[in-house]
């Protein structure tokens, strides 16, 4: 919906919103917001607020902090008494983009790095890119004192009801709160292992759908608290089980028509789709530290537990990387299966959308689709059809990342280089950390 600043000052007085967030995410994709009171609602909708850019993670040193939050009106909602909590007066919200104290866009704006490649991809004429995410998530129970466990209180699987789902009460309000702020949601379910849910909401222009998944994340956690149980998008949080991911579908569209259909072409997918496809395979290695940014990310993308490790497409397996979903025509996509909740939305939509511009500009063709269930294969089985594997460790990851010329330049110098540093941080913390399996493992044998 679209909004200008006339009509949300007229709706912040005639709701009686006491505050109004300026909400961004930081490099690592956690959301962040400076909150005003009425008398500063104008200031804010100018595009006036200043904050200190060197608090937030990845953006500018103590010399250069100053920065400004520049409002988009068309995601301005208010949130509903279920999330803020009913007697403390309203609170709205609007994403922002980060600019310069001159106006000019800021380079290491998650969401301007997005509207980059979202611009490269329409200056070789298309309308624009639509995603899909399907974000999973487990709730546990906290401690007395409200500390989170992994402890999950329903012994549910996939599709279940009560009172095997404990947690269908939380999660329909999780539902009716989001489609209170404009959600459309297409479906919401027990996921696979115990404690597991995923909610799907209606694909849309990535940009939107970026913001829906940093709005969608906060709702889920709030509802979650008010139910007295802990939300998390951790990838894997315990072991032996399934972990969460969020499957991304993608299609492109032209002259307002869906530009990976033709109804000739085998499969029904055209030029561009194969182009698209063979542009996400190609980038693969170097795209997932974007799309699964945590060393936790890697204990998910392991074989055995429906999760992708190899980089491959199939029109069918949930076994490869890219599944093609048997729905054509308008609906034509295809389905990237290894992100995971806790990337950026934005960076990893970002790096989505141009290793499918690469794929492209250079005219690239996939191999052949894989049919069988890649798990199933033998190594040489997998070296025959020219299988490659993804990076096994967040390490693996971040190297990859930095080789590949396509993945750096989209998301920026600046981005790209504070991403580096913060995960090699990450990843060097957690290899000089002594885990409990090596103590029991090794404390007595040795």
């Keep these: ?13 005639s709701e009686n919103v006491t505050f109004l967030r300026m909400q961004f995410t930081d490099i690592l994709g956690h959301n962040k917001n400076i909150e005003v009171p009425a008398s ?42 279920i999330v803020e909590g009913e007697g403390r007066g ?24 997005l509207k980059r490649q979202i611009e490269e991809l329409e200056a070789l004429g298309f309308d624009g890119v639509s995603a899909g995410p399907e974000p999973e998530f487990f709730l546990f129970t906290r401690h007395a004192d409200g500390t989170p466990t992994v402890d999950t209180h329903d012994a549910a699987g996939y599709f279940d009801l009560a009172p095997l789902d404990r947690g269908e009460d939380a999660r329909r309000d999780m539902v009716n ?10 479906a919401a379910h027990h996921e696979v292992a115990p404690g597991q849910h995923e909610i799907d909401f209606k694909y849309g222009p990535a940009v939107s759908t970026a913001d829906n998944i940093a709005t969608f994340r906060y709702v889920v956690k709030r509802i979650a608290l008010n139910h007295g149980l802990h939300a998390t998008f951790m990838p894997k949080p315990v072991a032996g089980i399934n972990g969460s991911g969020m499957h991304t579908h993608l299609s492109l569209f032209k ?13 029904q997918l055209s030029h561009t789709a194969l182009n698209f496809i063979a542009g996400l395979l190609e980038h693969a290695s170097g795209m997932v530290a974007i799309t699964n940014p945590t060393v936790n990310s890697f204990k998910r993308l392991t074989p055995g537990y ?18 093609i979903p048997a729905r054509r025509g308008v609906g034509t996509r295809c389905e990237l299966r290894m992100p995971d909740p806790t990337c950026n939305p934005y960076l990893a939509l970002a790096a989505m959308v141009a290793a499918g511009v690469d794929g492209i500009k250079r005219n690239l063709t996939p191999a052949p689709a894989i ?12 070296r025959r059809h020219k299988i490659k594997e993804l990076p096994g460790t967040l390490q693996g990851a971040v190297q ?27 990843f060097e913390a957690y290899r000089i950390e002594v885990h409990d399996w090596e103590l029991d493992q090794y404390l007595t044998e040795y």
């Design 177 to 186: 709160a989001l489609v209170e702020m404009g959600f459309e949601i297409e």
């Design 40 to 81: 500063q609602f104008e200031k804010a909708l100018d595009g006036e607020l200043m904050f200190d850019g060197s608090s937030v993670q990845g953006f500018t040193r103590i010399e250069e902090s100053d920065m400004l939050l520049k409002p988009d009106y068309d995601t301005f909602l208010i949130f509903p008494d």
């Design 1 to 13: 919906m679209s909004y200008s600043r006339a009509e949300i000052l007229k709706t912040l007085k």
């Design 400 to 426: 990859q990342f930095s080789k590949d010329r396509v993945m750096v330049d989209a998301l920026g110098s600046h981005i790209s280089e504070h991403f580096i540093a913060a995960k090699t941080e990450e």
């Design 371 to 382: 049919q069988r269930n890649i798990f199933d294969m033998t190594f040489r089985e997998r």
């Design 306 to 323: 429906e999760a992708p490790t190899n980089i491959a497409w199939s029109a069918s397996n949930r076994s490869a990387m890219i599944r």
């Design 255 to 267: 002259g307002g028509k869906n530009a990976f259909y033709d109804e000739k072409a085998d499969m």
């Design 90 to 113: 309203k609170v709205a919200r609007l994403i922002c983009d980060i600019a310069n104290p001159d106006g000019s866009p800021f380079e290491g704006d998650p969401r301007g790095a």
